[in-house]
């Protein structure tokens, strides 16, 4: 156990334990090997010490003060293997500050919190016992004398071979123990006598004992002939739910002829302890739900999320989906109708998701921010029930915005849950925009700025030709943003795409160079040019959008265009949508007539599940790939990502060859299509005709 991971714990331990008759004390061992007390309750003080802060002091300047000088040893030990054992337990001598020495039988529990080793010492005085013991092994004493002189109730038995009791003998402790036994139940003293107790225990040995522990009882015995002493607590019989007696019994055997057995056992009614025990177990219980639970909404917080995280990297999930969900615009819930009712609506929303998932896999990891899980889920019915939440959530006045996965076998939740929450954000894009209070999320200064650019046209359409691996004619081209800066810089893509990515800007972009394309396929058109391919990159961002097949029709019938020279690029990242929705896109832009590329295949792992993808029409190496193509093991990996896409029916495009010798490499293991500086550098849509369209 970690108390890192259970804050407050030893706090509550210490105010629970402190009145405890057991003695307790705890003791903190450094790295460094050096030793600190922290606590030591009544009990212990007053059985090792006048009061805990003397006991304490003492114990300070040396922790085995108080044990007896040939015991320390067996103490050391026991400290010792606390380091790989949560519970130890161990039977010495403790001596008090007038050197008086006590028997105690010792459990230590040990706990970590960071590298600091936490070892909690509960003590239980067994000196009668012990006296006991040491007298029964002395001869020239009487049997009776001995046991009657123990101020607890025992009892001394033998079994034999078939299992049959043979009460030896008893105390007058344990008749008055006895007697008392329904004044604990029912209030009415009971009047037995000795041969009448002799007879019951030799009738059966559990007379006292409550059928549901007979087992822990038996447990005892058995260990008892080889462990010095052991003990249990049993429940007694006729005790019922509301009125529980516990008795411990704490047992010593010791072998009197090669077939005879004594056993000693003392009965101590401990339901005071028992009960303090049980509801220091539940205020444990308690506060280990607070720390995997959310108080609020009742369901699993971020640390049951790192749990579950870890234990998927044990047993990965199967057919599994993942729910990234986002509260819409709880803060500013929070700011004008106050927390109240911000937490109003994170209850509302999570008896929603309760509607869909068990709670226990339902995650609050922040303020606004849930992960769902649903385990051993066919896809159909996943989308099905997610498409169901979609709908709940709109008629809840779109209380969240919410973006889901599902995959066949996950092993890296955090990874999948990314994936979710990409989608989501689109999601949460949408809600904004039909949010009027909310326009200046959607339109912030940097949209602004790029509306501006848009309308003083300083983004251009630049042109990269694609050339024939066999001949190097140049066969199409693919379109790249290219902005004009006020100086006349041409400034690059990556200076200015990725912050347009991360807003959720980039279908802008999208659609325009879209509308670049087409009037330039126009223009090829009326020149009679109708066999160049010219290709437009399209992010998933923008795939999602609302009413994206509706905004390319539109603008693609706005051109007298051959719809077959137009091509879209797809990136093979799965970071914004799964390939479930990305096939359905796919699709839909096929049924327009439009031809797919998939592009940047081989820079990640989803690149192989993709080209199972219905509906692509060719794919582009990355470049990162082809810069290797010289080494054995890249041109083999070139040619069975090549021979495998050609047995799908797909071309393959090569980007990046800046040298002849990498495209006569590419050319042997029959790649189609190649784009580089070998070829040409992007450059303006107008030297693009003059040089390749016109001759000139």
């Known amino acids: 156990m970690r108390l890192t991971d259970n804050p407050g714990y030893m706090e509550h331990f210490r105010e629970v334990t402190y009145t405890m008759m057991n003695g307790v004390v705890e003791l903190v061992k450094h790295p460094d090997g050096s030793s600190d007390i922290v606590y030591v309750n009544e009990a212990a003080a007053r059985l090792l010490c006048s009061n805990s802060g003397d006991a304490a002091e003492r114990l300070d300047k040396d922790p085995y003060a108080f044990v007896y000088p040939i015991d320390r040893d067996r103490v050391r030990e026991a400290i010792e293997a606390c380091r790989t054992n949560e519970n130890v337990k161990e039977t010495y001598r403790v001596c008090d500050k007038d050197g008086q020495v006590t028997w105690v039988l010792a459990h230590f529990h040990s706990m970590y919190e960071e590298d600091d080793l936490h070892i909690v010492i509960i003590y239980s005085n067994i000196s009668e016992l012990m006296s006991t013991q040491a007298k029964l092994s002395s001869e020239g004493l009487k049997l009776w004398d001995i046991i009657n002189s123990i101020p607890m109730g025992i009892i001394i038995f033998d079994i034999d071979d078939n299992g049959k009791c043979s009460v030896v003998t008893m105390n007058d402790q344990l008749i008055a123990f006895s007697n008392n036994v329904g004044k604990y139940l029912d209030g009415n003293i009971r009047a037995w006598t000795k041969e009448e107790l002799t007879m019951l225990f030799n009738q059966s040995l559990y007379a006292f004992c409550d059928k549901s522990d007979v087992d822990a009882v038996n447990r005892m015995l058995e260990e008892s002939k080889t462990e010095y002493t052991t003990s249990c607590i049993f429940k007694l019989r006729g005790s019922t739910e509301k009125n529980t007696i516990y008795i411990k019994s704490t047992c010593y055997s010791k072998p009197v002829s090669d077939t005879s057995r004594y056993y000693y056992i003392t009965f101590e009614n401990v339901t005071k302890d028992k009960n303090q025990e049980i509801e220091l177990s539940k205020k444990q219980e308690l506060l280990m739900l607070l720390s995997y639970t959310d108080s609020l909404t009742k369901v699993m917080n971020r640390n049951s999320y790192s749990n579950y995280v870890r234990n998927c990297w044990i047993e990965p999930l199967e057919n599994a989906g993942v729910v990234f969900a986002d509260i819409n615009g709880l803060k500013r819930v929070n700011d004008i109708l106050g927390h109240q009712y911000g937490d109003e609506m994170l209850v509302r929303f999570t008896n929603i998701l309760k509607n869909y998932f068990d709670s226990e896999i339902i995650f609050r990891i922040s303020g606004d921010e849930f992960i769902s899980i649903l385990p051993n889920i066919d896809r159909k019915e996943f989308i099905n029930r997610m498409h ?35 989608i989501m954000y689109v999601e949460k894009q949408k809600y904004y925009e039909k949010e009027k209070s909310l326009k200046s999320k959607h339109r912030p200064l940097l949209l602004n700025l790029l509306l501006s650019d848009l309308e003083n046209k300083r983004f251009r359409m630049y042109l990269q030709p694609k050339g024939d691996i066999d001949t190097s004619k140049v066969i199409g081209a693919e379109a790249l943003i290219r902005k004009i800066d006020d100086s006349g810089r041409i400034i690059a893509p990556y200076e200015f795409i990725p912050q347009l990515e991360k807003e959720r800007l980039i279908p802008k972009i999208d659609y325009y160079m879209l509308n670049e394309v087409c009037r330039f396929l126009e223009k090829l058109k009326k020149m009679g040019k109708n066999d160049f391919v010219i290709s437009v990159n399209m992010s998933r961002v923008t795939l999602v959008e609302n009413n994206y097949i509706e905004t390319v029709k539109d603008i693609i019938e706005k051109y007298d265009i051959n719809i077959d020279q137009l091509e879209f690029e797809i990136t093979e990242s799965n970071e914004t949508m799964d390939n479930m929705r990305l096939e359905e896109y796919i699709r839909k832009i096929k049924a327009l007539g439009i031809k797919i590329s998939l592009d940047d295949v081989g820079t990640e792992y989803s690149s192989l599940p993709m080209l199972l993808l219905d509906g692509i029409d060719s794919v582009k190496l990355d470049r990162s790939l082809i810069l290797k193509s010289r080494t054995h093991k890249a041109c083999r990996l070139l040619k069975y990502i090549t021979d495998m896409c050609h047995s799908f029916g797909m071309t393959v495009i090569a980007e990046g060859v800046e040298e002849d010798e990498v495209r006569e490499g590419l050319k042997s293991i029959s790649c189609d299509i190649y784009q580089g500086y070998l070829l040409s550098r992007p450059i303006p849509n107008e030297e693009f005709l003059n040089r390749y369209i016109l001759g000139y």
């Open 388 to 422: 169901r939440l979609d709908q709940e959530l709109e008629d809840n006045e779109s209380i969240a915005s919410i973006g889901y996965v599902w995959e066949a076998n996950i092993n890296d939740i955090k990874l999948v849950a990314n994936q979710a929450e990409q």
